[in-house]
């Protein structure tokens, strides 16, 4: 209450002793201390920056005091801010230079990229500041910024940058963001790249511009990128437009669809229906049925996994009992009662016992005494 009465007549002192007294940035609205921010951002800063505790309160790091010193510092003198000595407070000065560099690129986003990518910053700083300058460059131009980032952002911070700049080009070309990734060298950064652009191009879409994005993706003339990109483009498929996806499926056109796909396919049916789920992995060619169906399990043990049980239970004997009673023996204390889960062990049959002892080696849920004693009892 001091400090909110305090704050009108005396802004200084007000931010001053929330720095003291180790409080919240929002304690002060920012609205009232604003004229004197302004007016006064270097000393606003130092008094920051002074602040001994090395916490970052909840609401600091993007509270509206910050955002109206690094404004002013950003048109007062914005190198020489970002220029400064370390601070008692690591977290308040990353804070506060992450918006100095976001309000000098929204206002003068060559000049920001420029002294960035001089010989005055290291490299550190230089990979520390990029996320900033890359959040505001990439809404313009993420060509561009992929360029700059290419070429002065290094290690994983590079990779991180991705995360900003290939969903940034799929929003704002999406057959653009696909040439990118296939002229990406294949690897771990395209494989990443691939998910990001599917992502962009599907999540939370029209189902119509979704359909035209996916058209896109089975256009691609890279095999293996149009295999990465299914394997991701499915899950948000199955959310945005699961009939025309199913239906593509079941045409020629979708016969070679990646496993990957056909799995978070089944997986999605899954979590709706198990039942469903399986009956149409059933109707998969032959040589991966059964790997389908084993995910429709898991996801169906998940949901239903009395129903799942029972389903393991009707399978006739041969290769995909055996699998279906191992996986279940060893998922199903994480979702049954133990009282349960032995009632069901003790039902099968003897022929199924050299399985069950092989998914209780892998039951994670399970007391190792308690594992000892059910293989025993099953041998």
Not at 6 to 35: E, F, Y
Not at 109 to 135: F, H, I, M, T, Y
Not at 162 to 167: A, E, F, Y
Not at 315 to 332: H, I, K, Q, Y
């Amino acid at each position: 209450m001091l400090l909110i009465l305090l704050g009108p007549k005396d802004p200084q002192q007000a931010l001053k002793l929330m720095v003291n007294w180790d409080l919240p940035l929002q304690t002060v609205s920012s609205k009232i201390l604003a004229p004197w921010l302004r007016a006064h951002p270097r000393e606003a800063m130092r008094l920051l920056l002074a602040r001994k505790s090395s916490t970052l309160h909840a609401g600091d790091a993007g509270s509206g005091t910050l955002r109206e010193i690094a404004r002013s510092m950003a048109e007062l003198d914005p190198a020489g801010t970002l220029s400064m000595p370390p601070a008692a407070n690591r977290y308040l000065e990353r804070s506060i230079f992450d918006e100095v560099m976001k309000a000098w690129a929204s206002r003068d986003l060559p000049a920001a990229a420029a002294w960035l990518a001089g010989e005055g910053v290291d490299q550190k700083k230089r990979n520390g500041w990029s996320r900033s300058l890359l959040q505001v460059w990439s809404k313009t131009d993420p060509l561009e910024a992929i360029a700059w980032a290419d070429s002065h952002v290094t290690g994983h911070t590079r990779m991180q940058a991705n995360s900003i700049l290939i969903p940034a080009l799929a929003a704002h070309d999406a057959a653009g963001a696909l040439d990118f990734v296939h002229r990406m060298t294949p690897g771990f950064s395209r494989d990443e790249a691939v998910w990001q652009v599917t992502g962009a191009l599907l999540s939370d879409k029209g189902k119509d511009e979704a359909l035209a994005n996916f058209q896109r993706i089975t256009a691609l003339p890279d095999a293996a990128l149009r295999t990465d990109a299914l394997q991701s483009a499915a899950r948000h498929m199955m959310r945005v437009a699961p009939e025309e996806f199913l239906a593509w499926l079941g045409s020629p056109e979708g016969a070679d669809a990646p496993f990957r796909a056909l799995t978070s396919t089944a997986e999605a049916l899954a979590e709706k229906d198990g039942e469903t789920a399986m009956k149409w992995a059933t109707g998969l060619r032959g040589d991966i049925t059964g790997g389908v169906r084993q995910s429709v399990l898991y996801k169906w043990m998940e949901k239903d996994p009395e129903t799942a049980r029972d389903w393991v239970e009707s399978l006739p004997e041969g290769a995909e009992r055996v699998t279906s009673v191992t996986n279940a023996t060893a998922f199903l204390p994480r979702r049954i009662s133990p009282e349960k889960y032995t009632t069901w062990l003790d039902s099968l049959p003897a022929s199924d016992h050299p399985a069950v002892r092989e998914g209780l080696a892998k039951a994670e849920e399970l007391d190792p005494g308690v594992k000892a004693a059910l293989a025993a009892k099953y041998r």
